[in-house]
């Protein structure tokens, strides 16, 4: 009897990632969707043809590939060596550069700079920040380049209107170590689980939990000698 009781205390406490239950994330629907052929990587991981992306995916392009991230309202073409982070509205641009077409006011962010359309209309425009150097091409209708906050001290020769006007057709340059600072270290993404670990898990917990049944039902002892 006690021993029963154990294997039913043991089968209730088994982790759920044993049974190859996915972390809770996964629950949620994917909020964009990544298109590439190869060469490109999420949280560390290679990425498949056609990947689900959430917020807080860590995206890297490999030299020679490039990828294309698309939403609602919003297709982003991420050129080779670029490494981003989706923040559901806007992307987070450590390194590389990137071709947006949005009708949804989608964002690019590089460190304290934040580059936005103006209107809610189809906007196409580029960022690139390859060298410390943020480059804003606007190629269809206008965008506005923000500085939202920044580490580096305002000067005469740094300092940047809060909202300044990239026109179509046009394209500026910003030195982000000037206006912002040291840029953050990127950091690691929220969700960066190996599919092959939760196939891995749910065998291992599969194989744990038919030991239990076995073990609590498959082998009972006799309580005296006399029984039959």
């Known amino acids: 009897m006690p021993r029963g009781f154990l294997c039913w205390v043991l089968v209730a406490v088994l982790p759920t990632s044993l ?18 052929q190869g060469g490109v990587w999420v949280n560390e991981y290679e990425a498949h043809d056609s990947s689900s992306i959430f917020t807080g995916d860590l995206i890297e392009t490999k030299p020679g590939f490039s990828a294309t991230l698309t939403l609602d ?3 982003v ?7 981003l982070k989706f923040q559901g509205d806007y992307l987070e641009l450590n390194h590389g550069s990137v071709a947006v077409g949005t009708s949804k006011s989608f964002k690019v962010k590089v460190n304290c700079l934040t580059v936005i359309p103006v209107v809610n209309e189809w906007t196409q425009y ?18 506005n380049v923000r500085r ?6 305002p000067t005469l020769e740094s300092t940047i209107e809060q909202k300044a ?3 179509e057709g046009q394209q500026a340059s910003y030195d982000g170590s000037e206006i912002c600072g040291a840029p953050e270290r990127p950091t690691s993404a929220g ?4 599919p092959k670990w939760i196939e891995i898990g749910g065998g291992i917990g599969t194989g744990v939990l038919l030991c239990l049944i076995v073990f609590c ?3 009972k002892t006799p309580v005296s000698p006399d029984s039959p």
């Open 191 to 194: 969700r960066g689980v190996n």
């Open 148 to 153: 939202e906050g920044g580490k580096a001290k």
């Open 77 to 83: 073409q991420i050129q080779p060596q670029s490494v």
């Open 73 to 75: 309202g919003t297709e």
């Open 217 to 219: 039902h498959g082998s």
């Open 126 to 143: 580029e960022v690139t920040d390859v060298s410390g150097t943020v480059q804003v091409a606007a190629r269809k209708l206008d965008v």
């Open 19 to 36: 049974l190859g239950q996915a972390p809770s994330q996964t629950a949620a629907a994917p909020s964009a969707v990544l298109h590439t």
């Open 165 to 167: 006007s990239v026109k």
